[in-house]
């Protein structure tokens, strides 16, 4: 038997003014997202925004049900949007930020762990790691690929 430490490597940002023009505009697009989530259950509201290979950004808000577990993340009505789309375009890149009762959460939401999986997914069919960046008013997180959100993942054809 032995030890092993896992160790995540990921970049920490004070303020939207300190990320790249790409980066900057994608979290901007997932905060706007926000306005279309329907979450009238948890008053949680998650804006998401997938940047594509060809650059263009789709976005996607979380949807809540009556009839819990119906709705859905906005990671995945973003991805899920993108992928039935444009399905020839390889997702490069995807921001997440949630508001709550009026106010950007000051610290990054953090995807589900069936978001986690779905994001796995969409990176391992472009062959290409995905960037995550997850944003709130007071921290910003970005990884390289989803590996470092979902380590050990899920994956039969390995």
């Known amino acids: ?34 306005r279309g989530a329907y979450s009238p259950y948890s008053h949680f509201n998650v804006g998401a925004a997938v940047r594509l290979s060809t650059g263009e950004i789709v976005i996607g808000a979380n949807q809540e049900n009556i009839a819990f577990p119906s709705g859905l993340c906005a990671e995945r009505t973003a991805m899920f949007h993108a992928g039935a789309t444009r399905p020839d375009a390889a997702m490069s890149a995807l921001a997440v930020a949630a508001e709550q009762d009026g106010k950007v959460c000051a610290f990054p939401a953090t995807p589900c762990g069936a978001c986690r999986q779905v994001m796995a997914q969409y990176q391992a069919r472009s062959g290409k790691p995905m960037e995550v960046l997850l944003v709130g008013s007071e921290k910003i997180w970005k990884f390289s690929r989803v590996d470092d959100i979902l380590p050990f993942i899920f994956d039969s054809l390995k």
């Open 1 to 34: 038997m032995k030890s092993l430490e896992l160790k995540i490597n990921y970049m920490e940002y004070d303020s939207l003014d300190e990320l790249s023009t790409e980066d900057r505009e994608l979290a901007q697009a997932a905060l706007d997202a926000i």
